[in-house]
């Protein structure tokens, strides 16, 4: 296991498509979470979950971001109908948690989106 | 709601001299700090919580609450300190806040 790992790691699509990417996080670690983040600026939360459980959701993350994390191990985050204002660094980032403490997140490398 | 800010995009600075990055944050509670690291093309990662009030690469974090800051600071910087520092808060939920980041440069 050498980290979180994110698929693909760019992604380019047109404009009206539907997108998916996979975060696979630390196979131990139960909390899992995405991010997104533009030029000039730190991650911006969307979702968490706990186990398979997704927990929160970011109010800015519209109804055309959907994630699962099925099993409780791997994630997916899709966009539909994808807009140019979509393009960004999607990361994902996970960590081992029982309690309210955050403990410390690791982070994959990122999916790299650029819309046309 | 919570806030965090980071005033300066951009830090500049020849080696050995001192590092200060500020970070003002707005929460109403008890927060949990962080300063977060990315170095040249390498994935985002935790540098320092302030629970844990230790040094990291000789970099150290102080919470102030009256002040609701927690600024980085290291004596001397090195040219490997080089990277974007992102400061992050946790206040009820578990989900953080992270700030805009700042770009470090340590010149030779």
């Known amino acids: 296991d050498t980290g979180v790992s994110q698929d693909p790691r760019h992604k380019i699509t047109k404009r009206g498509q539907n997108v998916t990417f996979r975060c696979d996080p630390i196979?131990?670690?139960?909390?899992l979470y995405w991010y997104r983040q533009t030029l000039g600026q730190g991650p911006e939360f969307l979702t968490y979950?706990?186990?398979?459980?997704?927990?929160?959701k970011s109010r800015l993350l519209s109804d055309r971001f959907s994630a699962e994390r099925p099993k409780g191990s791997f994630s997916t985050l899709e966009i539909q109908r994808t807009e140019q204002g979509d393009s960004a660094m999607y990361l994902c980032?996970?960590?081992?948690?029982?309690?309210?403490?955050?403990?410390?997140?690791?982070f994959g490398p990122g999916t790299r989106l650029t819309v046309l | 709601a919570q806030r965090v800010t980071q005033p300066e995009k951009l830090l500049s600075v020849f080696k050995g001299a001192p590092v200060e990055l500020k970070c003002n944050y707005s929460y109403s509670g008890s927060p949990e700090l962080f300063w977060y690291v990315q170095y040249s093309r390498q994935r985002l990662q935790l540098l320092l919580r302030h629970i844990s009030r230790e040094s990291i690469k000789g970099f150290t974090a102080d919470l102030n609450k009256g002040e609701t800051s927690f600024h980085l600071k290291k004596p001397f910087a090195q040219e490997e300190d080089s990277a974007m520092y992102y400061c992050a808060l946790k206040g009820g939920s578990y989900i953080p806040t992270f700030g805009r980041g700042t770009s470090l440069i340590v010149h030779p």
């Open positions: 196979s131990e670690h139960n909390r």
């Open positions: 979950f706990q186990n398979e459980a997704q927990l929160e």
């Open positions: 980032a996970s960590s081992w948690g029982t309690s309210g403490r955050l403990v410390e997140q690791f």
